[in-house]
């Protein structure tokens, strides 16, 4: 088991309002997991949760990563564990080149993993092999992190990220449905060449489109704070084909 | 929750109490007692063995300085200062014997040891092999200036101002005043009645000094004021590139540093003018911190000559500075790079001054500001076209970089165009750091102080790469010290 996630509660840091209302799930290594679910489910949340990210508080349950605590370890202590974050929208950071940015994490990843630091003709050399089996032009490692990249370039650059580093569970938010066919294949493609039957991943989706490239092991419909439903990758096309509709008119308070 | 956002940020940004240049030297000192009046510009005059025409200069900035008004239209709020307040001379005796003494063999003989430590200590090497010569000032007197012998060997000049004073007098009066005159603005008159010491460089027509020169400035003594007096003069065909760097003790009052700097260069001259400043920037509320009121001009005089001001501006409680160049010869090239950081309650404004006189004259502006904590960060330039420049060419570029919630930029360019042919281009930006980048960093397993200080350098790249290698590093790791004080 790599993740065990128990009857997770969350909120908004400092407001009232409870968002995850006790969410279980148990990913082992190798599997794919997908959760759907309409909008305001509370899918983004978990992804960040699972990450990390201050703007939400846990209020109630446990979440064990790889035999540790999730929730006591800080954000990069998580990605230096192998936890890794795909974001919805990556974050430009303009003067930090894509090459200092990845070797800096790089390094910080292997160091937690007690290996030595590579150094930056090795790094530019696993780079190189990187970035040619994600088809990404090399000049992109000497742009600035994101900064005038398409929406398919970003998508492409994290995943030349979690290629680089490695993770155990990759965390995919791709919540939104903005995404054009381009980037979402993008996406799908870095998933299914990273999976290794070891390599596990949650990825967390409005639509099932994206799950047509990946072929999720288990789909998991979140509805209003908990999982309502589990199933097969059949559950997906069932969604696609009746929405949630019936999942709301079932399980609406 | 707009209260809270940063909190993480400035809990990081307050961890910086660390000022390592903060000790304090104990030496016995020859001290003026605080005050300011004719008799005390007699005495300054009279310690430094100084000929009549000086004390006659000085006098004159005195009277003139009288019927000015302490300025305070910067962006940067201090009480009136109270100048009697102020000790105007300060020396360590061991050294201030050694002006009385021309013999520069034993010179190391002469320094207070306690005073070479606290240089050792602050880094600056007093040996005649360093890669840099350097004039090291404690308080008001320069206590060695090392390497000018080999100097002198190319016909270079770089001794304290108070030595060539005495040694170079016709070089001094030609130039001294003549690019800020005493009675330019209120602390430039200041500095020209009580100038402590500074440093005199002059390279002579087709020389390129082989060797960086430098200036430390230290303020040791409480309540003294510095007001050393620079002369940089390259002449026809020459290149120089000069460095100065600044620190004082931690102190509980404001200490008051009003100097000004006159650069010269002649006909095919270049002069490199690089600045890294971390006076103490005092307390959290930056009480006690150097109010830093500087004024900084090159003259551009002859054709093709060029003047390039890079400054990193990290300490001061309060920073008032605008390296200036006025470009007189044609085709003359004034540019001005710039990196001020303010943290805690800092406020600096600072910029320059591009006067475009000659023909096809060119200057570059990048600057950029960095505000952090409950800080004020402005940038004032101006450019200012004459009738005369035909074909002139400026290009600005001012970039200002937010890092919390609580702190401020401000820009005030000032743009006066007499000449149709002229191009003027400005560019701005703002951004700031918030915590969807950091957040970005973190979840890659980067740190947040390695990711503020990935972005800062980042951020700074442009100016830094016009400092020399080694001064770019330390502005780097000053940077890195005073956003987040955990640096040893």
């Known amino acids: ?253 | 929750m707009a209260e809270t956002q940063y909190q993480e940020i400035d809990t990081l940004l307050q961890k910086n109490s660390f000022y390592k240049e903060g000790f304090y030297t104990q030496t016995v000192v020859d001290k003026l007692e605080k005050g300011i009046n004719e008799d005390v510009i007699r005495a300054i005059s009279a310690k430094k063995n100084e000929p009549e025409w000086m004390l006659q200069w000085r006098l004159q900035a005195y009277h003139h300085w009288l019927t000015m008004k302490e300025p305070h239209w910067a962006k940067a709020e201090y009480a009136p200062l109270d100048y009697q307040d102020y000790s105007y001379y300060a020396a360590p005796q061991c050294a201030s014997c050694a002006t009385d003494h021309d013999a520069t063999e034993d010179e190391d003989a002469l320094i207070d040891p306690e005073v070479a430590k606290a240089f050792e200590a602050l880094g600056v090497p007093l040996d005649d092999d360093a890669e840099i010569a350097v004039d090291a000032i404690f308080d008001s007197v320069s206590i060695k200036t090392t390497q000018r012998e080999k100097l002198k060997e190319l016909g270079i000049i770089f001794c304290s101002f108070s030595e060539a004073v005495q040694e170079y007098p016709d070089l001094v009066r030609k130039y001294l005043g003549t690019v800020v005159p005493y009675h330019d603005n209120f602390f430039a008159a200041l500095n020209a009645a009580v100038a402590s010491d500074g440093t005199f460089v002059y390279v002579p027509p087709g020389v390129r000094c082989p060797v960086d020169i430098s200036t430390y400035f230290r303020i040791n003594e409480a309540k003294t004021g510095q007001f050393e007096r620079t002369l940089l003069i390259a002449d026809k065909g020459s290149y120089v590139s000069y460095i100065e760097g600044c620190s004082a003790p931690i102190r509980d009052t404001y200490q008051l540093h009003a100097a000004v700097v006159e650069v010269i260069v002649h006909e095919d001259a270049e002069v490199k003018y690089s600045t890294v400043q971390n006076w103490y920037p005092g307390d959290e509320d930056c009480e006690g911190g150097i109010l830093n009121f500087v004024t900084k001009r090159g003259l551009c005089e002859g054709r093709n000559s060029k003047l390039s001001w890079t400054q990193a501006e990290t300490g001061s409680a309060i920073t008032w500075k605008y390296p200036s160049c006025i470009l007189k010869g044609d085709n003359s090239i004034g540019e001005f790079y710039s990196v001020a950081l303010t943290n805690r309650r800092q406020q600096a404004d600072t910029g320059t001054k591009m006067i475009h006189i000659g023909k096809n004259t060119r200057s570059t502006i990048i600057s950029k500001g960095l505000s952090a904590g409950k800080s004020d960060n402005t940038y004032r330039g101006l450019v200012k076209i004459m009738p005369s420049a035909e074909g002139a060419r400026n290009y600005t570029q001012c970039d200002s970089m937010l890092i919390g919630d609580k702190c401020g930029a401000h820009t005030f360019p000032y743009i006066e165009v007499e000449n149709p042919t002229a191009t003027v281009e400005h560019e701005a930006t703002t951004s700031r750091i918030g915590e969807d980048q950091l957040f970005y960093f973190k979840a890659r397993g980067i740190d947040e102080e390695d990711a503020i200080s990935m972005m800062v350098n980042g951020f700074c790249k442009e100016v830094f790469k016009e400092l020399p290698l080694e001064f770019a590093q330390e502005a780097e790791e000053l940077l890195k010290i005073s956003l987040e004080g955990s640096v040893g």
């Open chain 1, 1 to 253: 088991m790599l993740l065990e996630v128990k009857n997770l509660h969350a909120q908004v840091a400092e407001e009232d309002k409870e968002i995850l209302k006790g969410i279980d799930l148990t990913v082992n290594p190798g599997e794919v997991h997908a959760i759907m679910g309409p909008n305001g489910s509370g899918k983004s949340t978990f992804a960040n949760v699972l990450a990390g990210r201050e703007d939400y508080e846990v209020t109630e349950g446990q979440i064990t990563f790889d035999g540790e605590d999730l929730l006591e370890m800080e954000p990069e202590d998580r990605a230096r564990a192998g936890l890794f974050l795909a974001f919805q929208y990556p974050v430009e950071i303009p003067g930090v080149s894509n090459k200092l940015f990845l070797f800096t994490a790089v390094n910080a990843v292997r160091e937690a993993r007690g290996l030595p630091p590579l150094a930056m003709d090795e790094f530019e050399a696993l780079a190189a092999e990187k970035m040619k089996m994600l088809k990404m032009r090399p000049d992109m490692l000497e742009r600035s992190v994101n900064v005038g990249f398409s929406g398919g370039e970003k998508k492409r650059n994290d995943m030349f990220q979690m290629a680089m580093l490695e993770p155990k569970l990759a965390v995919m938010d791709e919540t939104d449905s903005g995404l054009d066919i381009d980037a979402l294949k993008v996406v799908a493609d870095g998933v299914n060449r990273l999976r290794d039957g070891q390599r596990s991943f949650i990825v967390v989706t409005h639509y099932q489109r994206l799950l047509d490239y990946i072929k999720p092991d288990y789909v998991h419909v979140l509805y209003n704070g908990r999982i309502v439903k589990s199933g097969g990758f059949e559950l997906a096309q069932e969604l696609e084909e009746k929405g949630y509709d019936d999942i709301i008119r079932q399980f609406s308070e």
